[in-house]
């Protein structure tokens, strides 16, 4: 069975910092993974996606993604962080590029200390 | 508008009645999923609509759900009797056609049910 597990409940970090949420996945086929963030209060906001290709991924403000499939690892790094990247964090993994239910993990809490 | 857009926000009510919320998805998209976020239990996928085909009714919990899909456009998810573990967030989201290239699910703000 699809499965994910985000081993970090919660994460603080200083503002500046580095940072890395770990994610593993287990899926019978090729994975389609993605990193969601969520604000409170708010939905679900897409940060980047693999699908194929290059394994290191690309995303929105300033986050990226190493996909090895070896490891069945999908970490989210960031060189620093920010204030405003106190979220939730959710790796998820999908099928037939994502138009298959997602799985999600539980979540990482990120607090960002001034 | 050029997001999901779901309703009402928040909504309260009282164990036994039934509720209806509302996804309106984004203009073009055939694929509709309405996904549950709870304390206990994370986010869990309820249902899925593609197109005019059959939907994917794995994830309901239990037949006091459903879900319909009108015009191939807005849904709306019921939930019949409500109890007390039915309180959570429902998030709506929607995606592409298949063979559109990726087609990452966007995810409306969802609607924060309490049942008292």
């Known amino acids: 069975a699809q499965s994910v597990t985000q081993p970090d409940i919660h994460i603080t970090v200083s503002e500046g910092a580095s940072l890395e949420l770990r994610c593993n996945y287990s899926?019978?086929?090729?994975?389609?993974l993605f990193w969601y963030v969520q604000s409170p209060g708010q939905g679900l906001q897409l940060l980047l996606k693999?699908?194929?290709?290059?394994?290191l991924v690309q995303g929105i403000k300033g986050f990226e993604a190493e996909f090895k499939r070896s490891q069945s690892s999908f970490n989210l790094r960031k060189p620093s962080v920010h204030w405003s990247d106190a979220a939730e964090y959710f790796c998820?993994?999908?099928?037939?590029?994502?138009?298959?239910?997602?799985?999600f993990g539980k979540g990482t809490k990120l607090t960002v200390n001034p | 508008g050029a997001g999901v857009s779901q309703s009402p926000s928040n909504k309260v009510t009282e164990k036994g009645k039934d509720v209806e919320l509302r996804c309106d998805p984004i203009?073009?998209?055939?694929?509709l999923y309405w996904y549950r976020q709870s304390l206990g239990q994370g986010l869990e996928f309820l249902i899925y609509?593609?197109?005019?085909?059959?939907?994917?009714k794995s994830g309901l919990p239990s037949d006091r759900f459903s879900a319909e899909r009108t015009g191939g456009s807005v849904s709306t998810l019921t939930i019949q009797r409500t109890q007390q573990e039915d309180s959570a967030v429902y998030l709506c989201?929607?995606?592409?056609?298949?063979?559109?290239?990726?087609?990452?699910?966007?995810f409306g703000d969802g609607t924060r049910l309490s049942i008292l």
């Open positions: 609509f593609q197109g005019n085909s059959a939907p994917d």
């Open positions: 693999y699908f194929s290709g290059d394994t």
């Open positions: 989201a929607s995606s592409s056609p298949p063979g559109q290239g990726t087609q990452p699910q966007h």
């Open positions: 998820a993994v999908g099928g037939r590029g994502g138009s298959e239910k997602l799985v």
């Open positions: 203009s073009g998209h055939t694929a």
């Open positions: 899926y019978g086929a090729t994975p389609y």
